[in-house]
């Protein structure tokens, strides 16, 4: 087929090997380009190829690696490749969720790139018919200690807050880690879950010959160009005169927006919708066609732009914010506009669905870019890299923790776990959530602060509990564990509400994976992460790639986070995180271990990431959570919360002290585990361990007992006036509530608002992070 | 008893509302679209929370203007009675509706949580239901809620008892750390000078159930309905 009246347009620059390459295609891919055009291609074709064939739109280093994940289960509705997941619940009613990260725009605009990274995953979530119901986050940046991450920190949650609490969207849970490792290169995921009955489900396939194609929402500006190659390189000092690549948010237009789409779904005059997110119309467009295996025109005259004379490269490029792209019926386009119209929305026509398999884009009457059938998304190459682990991580996982001469005052085991309770990842993080509207949809059964949210399902009397988690230092010592302690940890975060886990949307945010020790990390930890979900029958239903996540310091941490979707058939299974009720006993599920490797401990208190992180195995977890679904569906457990930083004295101490206005004490005795080292057994890390406070001991135990899990009684829930009491064989130590609960409850405070500088008195060194 | 809940672009606990209204108090409740002229027969009215507009002029300030407020003012001067919540206190300061205003919070921050109110006075058809001195459990969620008037008005609306709740703490004493925003003498509601209008910064629709926290909002709402009854009875 002849494509000559394809030429270049003039005003365009020249296409050269610089502008190639300032571009991000590499001479290879050029040739694959040239080769499927049968001739060079236009400037506007080079920028579509850039945004397409960015790591962030086309998975192209990670692609063989994902297709290794599970996605089925009986209960998966919608697999990976849509705009969001989405698996059945009950009556009906199913849930679509979906993560996404904006880290390169937060760690240049942390109030914009957090707000729209909101905005965008609203959006993947609404487009699939789903009301939203619910946002989570997971934040990672460096020591407080930095007045730049403390801006960086402020900055976020105030995005955050500002553009959930505008839509209307309740913002219930997430996790903040405090790390070296993301010092100037801060990780901002987001997750939303929606609510939709099954039949209201559609996808983002354009179908039809002759359908029309309508921008929707807001105007086309100058904001955003290259936003997803952006995020597909090295974050560099030279980033910083790159902030007019971040897009600017308006959640007041993206409230009329999901309005707007959920009433033109349900109305049946649209056949697709997709939000014009990452590399905006080319990307939305390109993937609608593809996925339906149909040729689409654009004319770039045609859609509304915010200021005069953008060409056709800016308008493809564009990520202004709050837009969408809908395929509607034929002759239905009026329908549309009214529905539109209501909400003060624009809605233009710019192009249709065709029989001839191309990709066109015209300007006026111009032809300014074609790609044959689907091969604009089809071509774009697949790169496996050689895998090979760093000397350095292999070395730092070979060192022995116990080596690790104790400071003196850590003869008494109080005067640790009041540091690692004032350490910001573990430290209540109420001054984040506080500034989330948690509450507005008046749904939200447990908000932030426990184990996993739950979210109650209006018109049944089932809920759906949240969780999000990771943590790269496991990975970064071990890929392979680490992965799969992420899934394990999240499924276990889910089940301690007394929910069944169920499905998993993952971010995975790694370094250069060009690098082969980049690659390895990532290769090792989705294959752990796989080994997880498959034993614990959570499919992946979706998710998201950010690469390149290094900065001049280096790489971050490998942090696959995991957004975990579990379910409770009923409402009357939730379990809180705290102790409940003085006298209860307390219950070990799992059991102690000697591990200390890669653990917050040595973090907070030595300043090093060295060690193996403690084992994991997903066929123990799934019986753990067998147990305590079991044990709860009983009516035996009154709270239940997961060991993790911080091991099982944090956990006790969280236990008792999570809620600042109701404290309750502790006494346990451990003097079963004495032989272990004293700071393994109460602050190393060791897998697949619940702590749970009940009336009813010994049902509890026969359950864990029957099902293969270790359990023991350790001690029972006291009064706040009678403090906490840990006796390990000869070893006694004793706490009042009080300095455990300030340490807890007012570190983050008073470094954000107290001027106090961040405590870091006992951590003289970093670790090497990387190689 | 039909109640109308007044939809403007940018609300967000609308939804809230009527399912407060209809699914825990069993009144009908209908939606009452910005740019039309028509209340739909409400007796209640209520102006929920959210971001009227965006709000990104100041909380309120466009929405005074938009076609329904005509008619809600209307129904107000007839002596109908209107429960502003949140962004709608705001709506109902701007619209003159209420005396004062609500300023930004004084930390700057917007603040969601459960918060201790004192209920000041029982002789509102919004309060009959609790006794004088309760203390009751309400969410607050907003950035803009720190409210404020001069010399004049807040000896006014002290002395003939249109503070309705206070922000204390949970053993009902009126603290500065018990106030999220710094409002003056603490004030979280007042009502207008003929007791119709009620103007809160916290959310009792937010508090009917206790799984979601607390269910100290409903004796407000069963207030209402009684006050109604009433004069369909008298």
């Not at chain 1, 080079?46 to 397409?52: D, E, K, Q, R, T």
């Not at chain 1, 500002?162 to 490792?181: A, I, L, R």
């Not at chain 1, 340490?743 to 106090?756: Q, R, S, V």
Request: proline share 6%.
């Amino acid at each position: 087929m002849s494509q000559s009246h394809v030429a270049p347009r003039a005003g365009d620059p020249e296409i050269t090997p610089a502008l190639i390459k300032e571009h991000g295609i590499t001479p290879a891919e050029y040739e694959r380009v040239v080769a499927m055009l049968g001739r060079t291609p236009t400037f506007t074709e080079v920028g579509i190829v850039s945004a397409l064939w960015s790591e962030h739109c086309s998975y192209k280093h990670s692609r063989p690696l994902l297709r290794t994940l599970p996605t089925e289960a009986p209960w998966v509705l919608q697999g990976p490749g849509e705009n969001a997941g989405v698996i059945a619940v009950k009556d009906g009613i199913a849930v679509a969720f979906k993560v996404e990260s904006h880290n390169h725009p937060s760690a240049v605009e942390p109030y914009q790139g957090a707000a729209t990274g909101v905005g965008g995953i609203l959006r993947d979530v609404f487009t699939m018919g789903a009301r939203p119901i619910a946002l989570l986050n997971s934040l990672r940046f460096g020591p407080l200690s930095s007045p730049r991450v403390r801006y960086l920190f402020s900055g976020v949650v105030k995005g955050i807050g500002d553009y959930g609490n505008c839509v209307g969207v309740p913002t219930v849970g997430g996790e903040v880690v405090f790390d070296p490792s993301y010092e100037g290169n801060p990780l901002v995921n987001a997750m939303c879950v929606g609510v939709l009955r099954e039949e209201e489900l559609i996808r983002a396939v354009a179908e039809g010959v002759g359908n029309p194609i309508i921008a929707v929402g807001a105007r086309t500006g100058r904001d955003g160009i290259h936003g997803a190659s952006f995020a597909s390189e090295d974050l560099s000092e030279e980033n910083e005169a790159k902030r007019p690549r971040v897009q600017v948010g308006d959640p007041f237009t993206e409230k009329l927006l999901l309005e707007a789409s959920l009433e033109l779904i349900r109305s049946g005059h649209i056949v697709a919708i997709q939000d014009m997110g990452a590399a905006g119309l080319t990307s939305s467009s390109a993937e609608m066609a593809a996925r339906g295996d149909v040729g689409v025109t654009i004319d770039t005259t045609k859609v509304p732009v915010r200021e005069e004379g953008m060409t056709p490269y800016e308008i493809l490029l564009s990520e202004s914010q709050e837009r969408m792209l809908v395929v509607a019926h034929k002759g239905r386009e009026e329908q549309v506009r009214e529905i539109l119209a209501r909400w003060d929305l624009e809605a233009a026509v710019i192009g249709e669905v065709i029989a001839e398999p191309v990709y066109r884009v015209t300007e006026g009457d111009r032809v300014v870019a074609e790609f044959p059938g689907t091969r604009l998304v089809t071509d774009c190459p697949v790169y496996t890299i050689e895998a090979k682990e760093s000397t350095a991580l292999a070395e730092a996982r070979a060192r022995d923790p116990h080596a690790v001469a104790p400071h003196e005052e850590e003869a008494d085991p109080i005067w640790t776990l009041e540091r690692l309770l004032s350490s910001p990842t573990i430290a209540s993080k109420a001054w984040v959530w506080r500034q989330y509207d948690s509450m507005v949809r008046t749904s939200t059964i447990v908000g932030p602060g426990s184990d996993a949210a739950v979210i109650r399902l209006r018109g049944t009397d089932a809920g759906v509990a949240l969780s999000i988690d990771g943590n790269g230092r496991y990975v970064a010592l071990d890929p392979r564990v680490g992965g799969r302690i992420a899934v394990c940890e999240a499924a276990r975060n889910v089940a301690c509400s007394g929910a069944r886990p169920r499905a998993i949307t993952n971010n995975l945010n790694f370094g250069n994976p060009t690098r082969p020790e980049v690659y390895y990390q990532l290769a090792n930890a989705v294959a752990g992460m796989g080994e997880a979900c498959r034993t614990l029958e959570t499919p992946v239903t979706g998710g998201n790639v950010s690469l390149y996540n290094e900065n001049p310091q280096g790489a971050i941490h490998p942090t696959p986070t995991i957004g975990m979707v579990g379910v409770l058939d009923s409402l009357d299974h939730v379990t809180p995180s705290a102790f409940q009720v003085e006298g209860d006993a307390i219950v070990l599920l799992g059991d102690n271990t000697a591990e200390l490797g890669a653990s917050e401990y040595l973090l907070r208190l030595h300043g090093l990431a060295i060690g193996a992180p403690p084992a994991c195995d997903p066929a123990a977890e799934r019986r753990l959570i067998d147990a305590l679904l079991e044990a709860i569906g009983h009516g035996l457990v009154r709270s239940a919360h997961d060991c993790s930083d911080g091991g099982l004295a944090v956990a006790l101490a969280e236990s008792a002290m999570m809620h600042r206005d109701r404290t309750m004490g502790f006494q346990v005795d451990l003097t079963d585990w004495a032989d272990l080292p004293l700071r393994a057994l109460l602050f190393g890390e060791a897998q697949g361990r619940v702590v749970i406070s009940t009336p009813t001991p010994d049902a509890l135990l026969e359950v864990a007992a029957r099902i293969g899990v270790p359990a023991r009684v350790i001690g029972r829930v006291t009064s706040a006036a009678e403090g906490v009491e840990f006796v390990i064989g000869a070893v006694s130590a004793r706490s009042a509530i009080e300095p455990l609960a300030k340490a807890f409850h007012d570190t983050i405070p008073g470094i954000m608002d107290g001027g106090a500088p961040a405590e870091h008195a006992v951590a003289t060194s970093h670790a090497p992070t990387t190689d | 008893m039909r109640v109308g809940i007044i939809r403007f672009p940018g609300s967000n606990c609308d939804e809230d509302a009527y399912h407060a209204v209809v699914d825990h108090l069993g009144a009908e409740a209908v939606f009452c679209w910005h740019k039309d002229h028509d209340l739909q027969g409400a007796d209640l009215v209520i102006l929920p929370g959210g971001f009227s507009y965006g709000d990104y002029l100041r909380p309120g300030a466009i929405a005074r203007f938009s076609p329904i407020m005509q008619e809600v003012v209307a129904h107000a001067q007839r002596g109908g009675p209107v429960l502003a919540i949140c962004n709608g206190f705001q709506i109902a300061c701007e619209a003159g509706l209420l005396p004062g205003a609500l300023l930004r919070n004084a930390h700057l921050r917007f603040i969601c949580e459960q918060v201790h109110l004192r209920v000041e006075s029982i002789a509102t058809r919004f309060t009959s239901r609790y006794h004088i001195g309760q203390v009751v459990r309400i969410p607050v969620a907003h950035g803009d809620g720190r409210y404020t008037a001069d010399a004049d008005t807040l000896e006014r609306l002290e002395g003939e008892g249109q503070v309705v709740f206070r922000y204390v703490d949970a053993g009902g004493h009126v603290t500065e750390a018990a106030n999220p925003n710094a409002s003056q003498r603490n004030i979280a509601g007042i009502v207008n000078a003929a007791g119709n209008v009620l103007g809160m910064m916290p959310h009792p629709e937010r508090a009917v159930d206790v799984r979601i926290g607390s269910a100290d909002g409903l004796p407000l709402l069963h207030s209402l309905a009684d006050s109604l009854l009433a004069e369909v009875g008298a």
